[in-house]
């Protein structure tokens, strides 16, 4: 018997909001299947105002807003049978997270769960890796945000620890992470990493998904250190600008990616890995895995 569910995901995060709605199709004795129907993305760039000025500004509230109304429509339009909206580093920082969800939820009917570092990380890595890893390897999961970045060791298909750092994108930008917080970074990967005998990046977050289709890899095939390092100076050697126009970046895409790009580098040098695989999930697919999880096991209670 075939049984197809709509489950949504809002995903709020410093450098955009995302709304993925998924099909879950059930199929006696067969694997659940989970497949993207919509996706839709607005570059609001919370953190720019967060990480700076400590709240939201008046601007932002309001395309908070009326982003959150078209997903509530979208949402009803779709026959969503459930959802869930995480918000991630700039609203955990935001003086105002609290009194904006409230008006989203008065609004629009939307509830707004603001998840620490660690949950974040932890729904991020439950997403259903099976068929892009080797069961009998070791991988550095790397998921690069605008406020934070989650890191996660997985070992012979086994998530073993997560880790999330105050190192973002539109932190970056605005050049407000200190040394101290790389250096972290940096030990922390080193110390978790030096024990297996070979490691390989997991890259996730819409930068790495832009630059593996910028590369032309067939799906599965790993990026390399050397063709991002390549990049990574090409990227350089363009103004914000001819990012925009030569080399066909969103405007919201062409500051961050340079950024985005440090970071992945970095986690590959301090960990040794010189591939990265980039299955392009994140942490909308995990919140729509967690919803199904959560069903299955009431379900099962």
């Known amino acids: 018997m075939l049984k197809i569910q709509k489950f949504a995901a809002i995903d709020i995060g410093s450098n955009a909001v995302r709304l993925l709605i998924s099909n879950i199709i059930e199929q006696d004795d067969e694997p659940t299947i989970f497949k993207k129907n919509s996706l839709v993305r607005v570059p609001i760039r919370l953190g720019a105002d967060v990480f700076l000025k400590g709240e939201i500004s ?17 949402i009803k339009s779709h026959g969503v049978s459930r959802y869930k909206a995480c918000a991630t580093s700039a609203m955990r920082e935001a003086k105002n997270s609290e009194s904006l969800s409230q008006k989203i939820f008065e609004t629009c009917g939307i509830n707004i769960e603001i998840i620490d570092g660690e949950e974040e990380a932890t729904i991020i890595a439950a997403t259903d890796l099976q068929s892009f890893i080797n069961p009998n390897r070791t991988y550095l999961y790397v998921d690069v945000g605008g406020g934070s970045t989650e890191f996660s060791i997985i070992h012979n298909g086994d998530k073993k620890l997560s880790k999330s750092f105050k190192i973002g994108t539109v932190r970056l930008l605005n050049d407000i992470v200190k040394n101290e917080t790389w250096l ?53 050697n363009y103004s914000y600008e001819e990012r925009i126009t030569k080399l066909n970046l969103n405007q919201d895409r062409a500051d961050v990616i340079i950024p985005a790009t440090r970071i ?4 590959m040098k301090w960990s040794g890995a010189k591939d990265v695989y980039v299955p392009k999930i994140g942490l909308s697919d995990g919140i729509i895995k967690s919803m199904y999880f959560e069903t299955v096991s009431s379900i099962t209670i």
């Not at 992945?264 to 986690?267: F, K, N, R, T, V």
């Open 58 to 74: 008046e601007y932002n509230q309001e395309r908070m807003l009326d982003t959150m109304k078209a997903f509530s429509l979208i």
């Open 184 to 236: 972290e970074v940096e030990r922390w990967i080193k110390d978790h990493t030096k024990q297996y005998d070979k490691i390989e990046l997991i890259g996730s977050g819409g930068n790495i998904n832009k630059i593996f289709k910028i590369s032309g890899k067939s799906v599965g095939k790993p990026l390399t250190y050397f063709y991002l390092t390549s990049y990574y100076k090409t990227l350089q």
């Open 264 to 267: 992945y580098l970095s986690a």
